[in-house]
């Protein structure tokens, strides 16, 4: 059945390590989305990319990096320059264009940094 | 900027009660809003779609409406269960991008 798939779905990561979460969908869907939940500060975006081999910065994209090499794939790499990476990640995907199209959510992966 | 605001932060009612969850925007020129259900630790599960030219939505005891000219929507919810407990999130599309709002806490007590 169709979905978005994140993994892992919990990750520990040291101090200045990077680490690469993954999302995966199967809907078909052109455009795709991360998004970070801290408490009490709602869903922030870090990138967002309409089509393969494009994508743009949200409102906290420092510290992170992505890529976008096939349509079903939006893997986030958080960086050691991410100076407070601990958090709860969401990826969402959407039909794509300026108007977009309902939103579906994969079930999230948490960070912790020890 | 666009700005998204949910009030109140926290609800608790009882069971069979109806409700209504208040969403705002500071900016009309959006394409659609769209409601969510949060359950603690899980994703984000789409209850409504709005567009930017209609009115209302419906499914089951859910109803969203959507006022672009005054910045609102609300979501009702009839005869409240204790498995609507939950954080209910809007979020508006503009630019190509979803805002949303920092959520309402719903507790429906038996």
């Known amino acids: 059945d169709g979905g978005i798939t994140q993994s892992p779905k919990y990750l520990f990561r040291k101090e200045g390590q990077n680490v690469t979460l993954s999302c995966e969908q199967n809907?078909?869907?052109?455009?795709m989305y991360w998004y970070r939940q801290d408490p009490g500060q709602g869903l922030r975006l870090i990138y967002y990319s309409q089509i393969v081999n494009d994508f743009q910065k949200g409102d906290i994209a420092e510290g992170y990096s992505v890529s976008r090499e096939k349509k079903e794939s939006f893997p986030l790499t958080v960086t050691s320059a991410q100076k407070n990476p601990t958090a709860f990640y969401l990826c969402?995907?959407?039909?794509?264009?300026?108007?977009?199209?309902?939103?579906?959510f994969g079930e999230g992966s948490r960070l912790t940094v020890l | 900027k666009q700005e998204v605001t949910q009030i109140p932060a926290a609800l608790s009612v009882p069971e069979g009660e109806n409700l209504v969850l208040n969403c705002s925007f500071t900016?009309?020129?959006?394409?659609?809003l769209q409601w969510f259900r949060q359950d603690p630790g899980k994703g984000l599960t789409s209850l409504l779609l709005i567009q930017s030219s209609q009115r209302e939505q419906t499914s089951g005891r859910l109803n969203a409406s959507l006022d672009k000219s005054s910045g609102r929507s609300t979501l009702y919810i009839a005869a409240s269960q204790p498995g609507d407990s939950a954080t209910y999130l809007c979020a508006v599309m503009t630019g190509g991008k979803l805002i949303f709002g920092q959520g309402t806490e719903l507790s429906v007590k038996p």
């Open positions: 809907l078909n869907h052109d455009a």
């Open positions: 969402a995907s959407s039909i794509a264009g300026l108007a977009g199209g309902e939103l579906f």
């Open positions: 900016d009309s020129a959006i394409y659609n």
